[in-house]
Nanobody
Framework: VEVVEAGGGLVQAGGSLTLSCSVS????????PDWYRRLPGREREWVAR???????EYVASVKGRFSISTDDDKKSSYLQMNNLKPEDSAVYFC??????????WGQGTQVTVSS
């Protein structure tokens, strides 16, 4: 199983980035891949996910600015990040889980927001 993120980079405050995640080598997946991030000096925190009914959930700090979406096969995930703030600077990770509970993580992609 391979989980690959892409799309990180350096952006000015107020700018936008779109992260993408693709999961391969897996035949079944519990939910579309969700997103976590590790801010400098902090533990990894959950950021966004899509529920089976299509509803999206977000950590409070990104609500209204971030948007998560997926493809028909549910093995890809996209995180559209708008109005980025310096405090959004972090390594962003994609996370996938099989129905049996096995979890897989990407290597992470760095997002840096300059003030």
């Amino acid at each position: 199983v391979e989980v690959v993120e892409a799309g990180g980079g350096l952006v000015q405050a107020g700018g936008s980035l779109t992260l993408s995640c693709s999961v391969s080598g897996i035949s079944d997946i519990r939910y579309p891949p969700d997103w976590y991030r590790r801010l400098p000096g902090r533990e990894r925190e959950w950021v966004a996910r899509l529920m089976l009914d299509g509803a999206a959930e977000y950590v409070a700090s990104v609500k209204g600015r971030f948007s998560i979406s997926t493809d028909d096969d549910k093995k890809s995930s996209y995180l559209q990040m708008n109005n980025l703030k310096p405090e959004d600077s972090a390594v962003y990770f994609c996370h996938a889980q099989r129905p049996g509970g096995a979890e897989y993580w990407g290597q992470g992609t760095q997002v840096t927001v300059s003030s």
